[in-house]
């Protein structure tokens, strides 16, 4: 399984474009890259997910270089509500999957 | 759509007691199913998954088990709690194909005295 590093925890205004970056050096050509939400006493929620490029849904955009050994999760114009904690994964597709977990990283929104 | 069902949200035992938690999801067939648990400022720690009815693995040995005794059934037990038992209980599922993330239920705090 593919480890992820990402910041502990980051501070940010409202209104504003957090990025939240996160390198995974030994990711495997199979494997695609997850990113969750998680607020406080819920279960965590999937945002996106993407294997090369960039993908962007209504929430968030992901960019994931060529190289595939990092990514960074985009959040548009946070608001106090997006304060939580952000999970990067590294999944291999398909079938059964054995994800880990970190710690995260724990958005705090300043208003 | 699919959804994802845990109970009970809460629950306090005491040490020594049985455990039974329950998950069933809706909207979806032969879904992979997991139980995990959440040490309060930790990262989640997978404790089951299944493939399938009946199929269980188990990822970390330990006071737990678990069954699964419909399709969209998943059960996390215990005979005797221990006060190490103690967290935040979440159960998931995903479905077979590829790109099929997780999706989890809201989770069950549970409380050993």
């Known amino acids: 399984l593919a480890k992820t590093t990402q910041p502990i925890s980051m501070d940010s205004y409202e209104g504003q474009e957090v990025n939240i970056t996160c390198s995974h050096n030994?990711?495997?050509?199979?494997?695609?890259i997850t990113w969750y939400q998680q607020f406080p006493s819920q279960g965590p929620r999937f945002i996106i997910q993407?294997?090369?490029t960039k993908v962007t849904n209504e929430v968030a955009s992901l960019f994931i270089p060529a190289d595939r050994k990092s990514s960074t999760l985009s959040l548009p114009r946070v608001s106090l509500s997006d304060t939580a904690v952000y999970y990067c994964?590294?999944?291999?597709?398909?079938?059964?999957?054995?994800?880990?977990f970190g710690i995260g990283t724990k958005l705090q929104v300043i208003p | 759509s699919q959804t994802i069902h845990q109970w009970p949200a809460t629950l306090v035992q005491p040490v020594g007691s049985p455990l039974s938690l329950e998950c069933t999801v809706e909207?979806?067939?032969?879904?992979?199913l997991y139980w995990y648990r959440q040490a309060a400022g930790r990262g989640l720690q997978l404790l089951f998954y299944?493939?399938?009815?009946?199929?269980i693995s188990s990822e970390v040995p330990q006071n737990l088990s678990a069954s699964r005794p419909q399709d969209r059934q998943f059960i996390l037990s215990s005979k005797k709690l221990l006060l190490s038992d103690s967290g935040f209980y979440l159960c998931?599922?995903?479905?077979?194909?590829?790109?099929?993330?997780?999706?989890f239920g809201d989770g069950t705090r549970l409380s050993i005295l």
């Open positions: 998931a599922w995903s479905g077979g194909g590829q790109d099929q993330p997780q999706h």
């Open positions: 030994n990711i495997a050509t199979n494997d695609y």
């Open positions: 909207g979806t067939s032969n879904p992979n």
């Open positions: 993407g294997y090369k």
């Open positions: 299944s493939v399938g009815i009946g199929q």
């Open positions: 994964l590294v999944v291999l597709s398909g079938g059964y999957q054995k994800v880990t």
